[in-house]
């Protein structure tokens, strides 16, 4: 996963000195954010959060998670995994819920499911990471939330092949880049939608970044964000921009359901905030659902 205990190396990408402000021409000039979130609360999206699991009655996630999956490491199982059914999740370490708690605050209709692939000291194997992915592939998942990653190169070819099937299965995957400058999987893949920290705090302020493989910069550094046994803390992290896209995403595709994960890639290229020539903050639905 990544490492949340530095600032990220990325988030320099995005302060206002090192962003190349980029104009556009019609037809993508015609999308803003009012056209891609304007009015959604991301209901009936399916979203999963792929991390520690998520404390299904944390106020900061309402009463949006639907449920999950515990994935364990099992030698003696197939492709050494096992799944147990997590109706009621728990969160080990916070990670997840803060993720959750996250993206429930930009669509609060969103149904989310908890993948639990992490422990209570924040780490996994990369194969119950990969049996997470999996899950939410089989399950049709429509957006899928990573905050973590693995370096180790041997599981380059199994989570490329998985972004792929989530790909082509019309799911969007968002992923963290490392906090650190080196790389990691799946964030490098053209197939998701990658990730990093920035210095703002408002939600539907996020940057394109010209110069992938980071494609994105959001919210991630000294925010607060919910954790476990129904706190909050103040954190810093790549892992927390992410679901920031993540939330704009189901916002998205619950108003635009047509709408490929190419499609997507391209409306959030459209309303970045270094592509906007004015000021198009989407208008809020107001919603009685936590």
């Not at 999206?45 to 999950?68: C, K, L, T």
Request: proline content about 6%; hydrophobic content about 40%; aromatic content about 10%.
């Amino acid at each position: 996963m990544a490492d949340d205990s530095v600032r990220p190396a990325w988030s320099e990408q995005f302060s206002p000195q090192a962003i190349q402000q980029l104009f556009h021409t019609a037809p993508i000039a015609d999308l803003t954010p009012e056209w891609a979130f304007g009015g959604s609360t991301g209901k009936g999206v399916r979203v999963a959060v792929v991390d520690s699991g998520v404390e299904f009655d944390h106020p900061a996630v309402g009463d949006s998670v639907r449920g999950g999956v515990v994935v364990e490491f099992d030698e003696a199982a197939e492709n050494s995994i096992r799944y147990e059914s997590d109706d009621q999740p728990g969160d080990l370490a916070g990670h997840g819920t803060a993720c959750a708690g996250i993206i429930h605050s930009l669509a609060p209709q969103a149904e989310i499911y908890s993948v639990r692939v992490l422990g209570s000291n924040m780490h996994g194997r990369a194969i119950q990471f990969a049996g997470g992915l999996d899950w939410a592939i089989e399950h049709d998942i429509q957006v899928v939330n990573l905050s973590l990653s693995t370096s180790n190169e041997e599981y380059f070819a199994l989570f490329h092949d998985l972004a792929d099937q989530a790909y082509f299965k019309n799911m969007n995957v968002i992923t963290a880049v490392n906090n650190y400058p080196e790389a990691s999987f799946p964030s490098l893949y053209a197939s998701v939608i990658s990730v990093a920290a920035h210095d703002g705090q408002d939600p539907f302020t996020y940057y394109y970044n010209p110069s992938p493989p980071v494609e994105f910069g959001a919210p991630g550094i000294d925010i607060d964000v919910a954790w476990n046994n129904k706190q909050y803390v103040n954190s810093t992290g790549n892992s927390f921009a992410a679901p920031h896209i993540t939330g704009l995403v189901a916002l998205m595709r619950a108003k635009h359901p047509e709408l490929t994960p190419f499609q997507v890639k391209t409306v959030l290229l459209a309303c970045a905030a270094n592509m906007q020539r004015r000021d198009t903050r989407p208008r809020r639905r107001k919603t009685s659902s936590g």
